[in-house]
């Protein structure tokens, strides 16, 4: 047997190149949580955490990420974060296997690249949902629109993961939802390129998660509900635009709310309404005015409905715009703190010896390079999905291109109109624009060097 030395070196570099990725990426991918000495937290980290002990249903906060939470806490959380490095490097590697650049150095170049310009790390450093909202999306593409190029256990196992991500944020179940709608009306134009196997496929794993959710909501509380606070958290944007203002004051000359002794001295932001020392408070919270502002909700779209109008547009492009990282970690997150006192008194001593704790963490300069490259590469991949439509193409790039886009628009319109524009909700999502431009710059370098090596052979 003739053994081809070159081919050998090369297999054997390919290989030790795959390790290095597997290993330096997820590495680098919790280096900021490594750097500060504990998982970074978030104001909202507390309320998933306390799930699992309170035995009851909190706005906007998921039991099934509660969960999650509570089975690392032995490790100090640091579980979680290995969890999140590894589905982050999963999810990347599949992602460029199934467009055809599956190259070792190419998995390594475009994560440290992902690394250093977006918040990609920062998100799978941290305790909260945000690094599932754009995993998933690729889940999802893969799944949907890639399905025959991998494997059944790989589609088993993004089954569940897109069902996990699903469950741990309603803004994500709402996008996901949004892009499996997009692909049915899609279906006559694209045909076999929206394979209704998929479609099936990934409309039963978003009804997997939902029922994931209801479980769990029902094993720590005993109610068969979903996690409540839609109408709260549309409320408290409704006030930032003076829209329950007015309502009340149309209003309570001849109804009674118990806003009204209040309606002049309403915040002006909705965190300081929901999360401050406000009238909130002394009206019972959610449990004594969550009626109260549903009303006011639904009624306050039927009386104006185009002061509504355009209040929701201008949340949303807000939101497109708004894509700085780190928004809620420099603050002091006494709930959060309160929590991990209260039900993981051993975390104590590590959590308040970190740097963030410290008021070390700041996010200065890594917005200098994180919002400009967030921007461009929505813009480029804007570009690259608009000349796909106008040249009529439906190949992988370009696809990966609109589910992006539209991705992007449906978490501006879901997070920017219900609950108000936050950095927080534009950078979970802006890294997968930056990699898919990174993704249409390496087939791109691809293309020329095969055209090239063309030339040359003629």
């Given at each position: ?28 991918l ?16 507390g ?15 998921s ?45 390594l ?19 909260l949902t ?61 045909r ?14 978003l ?100 002061w ?11 939101q ?5 990282t ?19 008194p ?88 930056t ?24």
């Amino acid at each position: 047997m003739i053994i081809n030395t070159k081919v050998l070196r090369a297999r054997l570099a390919d290989t030790g190149a795959v390790w290095f990725a597997a290993v330096v990426i997820p590495l680098f991918l919790v280096a900021p949580a490594l750097w500060n000495g504990y998982p970074l937290l978030q104001f909202d980290t507390g309320g998933y955490l306390a799930r699992w002990y309170e035995g009851y249903l909190v706005p906007s906060r998921s039991t099934v990420f509660g969960v999650y939470l509570h089975f690392g806490e032995a490790s100090g959380f640091w579980l979680n974060l290995g969890i999140q490095a590894l589905a982050t490097f999963w999810i990347l590697q599949l992602t460029l296997r199934v467009l055809g650049l599956s190259q070792p150095r190419r998995l390594l170049a475009i994560g440290l690249v992902l690394i250093v310009t977006t918040a990609l790390p920062w998100l799978a450093s941290m305790l909260l949902t945000d690094i599932f909202a754009g995993l998933s999306i690729l889940a999802l593409f893969i799944l949907v629109l890639q399905g025959k190029k991998i494997s059944p256990v790989e589609k088993g196992s993004l089954f569940v993961f897109i069902a996990f991500s699903a469950a741990t944020h309603s803004a994500t179940l709402g996008v996901l939802l949004g892009l499996c709608l997009l692909g049915l009306m899609a279906k006559p134009l694209l045909r076999a390129r929206v394979p209704w196997s998929g479609l099936l496929q990934g409309t039963l794993s978003l009804a997997t998660g939902a029922m994931m959710l209801l479980s769990a909501n029902h094993a720590l509380s005993g109610q068969w509900a979903w996690t409540p606070g839609g109408y709260a958290v549309a409320f408290g944007r409704m006030l930032q635009d003076g829209i329950v203002a007015r309502f009340l004051n149309d209003h309570c000359a001849r109804q009674e709310f118990k806003l009204c002794p209040y309606r002049n001295e309403l915040p002006a932001t909705a965190d300081e309404f929901l999360w401050g020392q406000s009238m909130f408070d002394k009206l019972g919270r959610f449990k004594g005015l969550n009626d109260e502002m549903g009303y006011i909700v639904v009624h306050s779209l039927a009386d104006y409905p185009a002061w509504q109008a355009e209040a929701a547009l201008k949340a949303t492009v807000e939101q497109l715009v708004e894509v700085a990282t780190g928004y809620g970690c420099t603050e002091w997150l006494g709930h959060t703190y309160g929590i991990i006192e209260r039900y993981v008194p051993a975390q104590v001593k590590a959590m308040n010896a970190a740097r963030q704790q410290r008021k070390e963490l700041s996010f200065v300069a890594v917005n200098r390079l994180h919002v400009p490259v967030a921007l461009a590469s929505m813009l480029a991949v804007l570009a690259l999905f608009g000349a796909g439509i106008w040249k009529r193409r439906s190949d992988d790039l370009t696809l990966l291109a609109g589910t992006v886009c539209f991705a992007l628009l449906g978490n501006a319109m879901i997070c920017g109109i219900i609950s108000g524009p936050h950095d927080r909700y534009g950078a979970r999502l802006a890294w997968i624009a930056t990699f898919t431009a990174l993704v249409a710059a390496a087939r791109f370098f691809d293309d020329q060097r095969e055209l090239k090596l063309r030339r040359d052979a003629l």
